[in-house]
């Protein structure tokens, strides 16, 4: 059974805390993905890593930067965080393949930043 | 850019049908996803459909594709509460590459 596991389901912190979100999964995907959820937004494109040590900026990456060291585990990093990244964070993986690109997805971290 | 747009809500009867809309503006889209997210979970790839076909059917399930008006749908037969969740209709294209673009999310509840 696939499985992307996020390390945290609730999160609370403080404005100007650094915080990590990790995320791993366990089908030797290539690539991985970090989204923000609000709601009538849909999902945002924050970073992705097509391979180990290798990212790229999404839609809005400005206030976040990501870490892939191992092929497994994909971290977002928020370096000081503020109030307006109070949101729902989904990290997915998928295959590097062409035409269908199925992502699998974590069950999310809730983070409130106050 | 591209952009991709739902209705926010939709409220059926269990039994009846379910139709949820979505419109896209890039034309060179690849594939067009739908996927369920129920709550307190991730999301999970319901179906999908290649831009050179205009219609899918799986089960209860029936993806229907207007590419002249950019226009994607998703039937639901026979509408069950378990079918309650957040949908979002996706796109991939050439141009991005391994990238999908989402449409806001259309919270379906299903009333008894």
């Known amino acids: 059974d696939v499985k992307v596991t996020q390390s945290s389901r609730y999160l609370v912190k403080r404005t100007g805390e650094k915080v990590f979100l990790e995320c791993v999964q366990d089908m030797d995907h290539e690539n991985m993905f970090w989204y923000r959820q609000d709601p009538g937004l849909g999902l945002r494109l924050i970073y992705f890593?097509?391979?180990?040590?290798?990212?790229e900026k999404g839609d809005i990456p400005e206030g976040y930067s990501v870490s892939r060291e191992k092929k497994e585990r994909f971290s977002l990093i928020l370096e000081s965080a503020s109030t307006n990244q109070t949101s729902m964070y989904l990290c997915?993986?998928?295959?590097?393949?062409?035409?269908?690109?199925?992502?699998?997805f974590g069950p999310g971290t809730r983070l409130t930043v106050t | 850019g591209e952009d991709v747009e739902q209705s926010l809500f939709l409220s059926v009867r269990e039994g009846d049908s379910s139709v949820i809309n979505c419109t896209y503006t890039?034309?060179?889209?690849?594939?067009l996803y739908w996927y369920k997210q129920e709550p307190g979970a991730g999301l999970q790839l319901l179906t999908y459909?290649?831009?050179?076909?205009d219609m899918k059917q799986d089960q209860r399930l029936t993806v229907l594709l207007n590419k002249k008006d950019k226009h994607l749908s998703l039937r639901i037969a026979d509408t069950q509460t378990g079918d309650s969740a957040i949908y979002f209709c996706?796109?991939?294209?050439?141009?991005?590459?391994?990238?999908?673009?989402f449409g806001g999310g259309t919270r379906v509840l299903v009333k008894p």
């Open positions: 890593s097509y391979d180990v040590k290798m990212k």
């Open positions: 996706a796109e991939t294209f050439k141009a991005a590459g391994n990238k999908l673009t």
């Open positions: 459909i290649f831009s050179n076909m």
């Open positions: 997915a993986s998928s295959l590097r393949t062409g035409g269908l690109y199925e992502q699998y």
């Open positions: 890039d034309s060179s889209s690849t594939y």
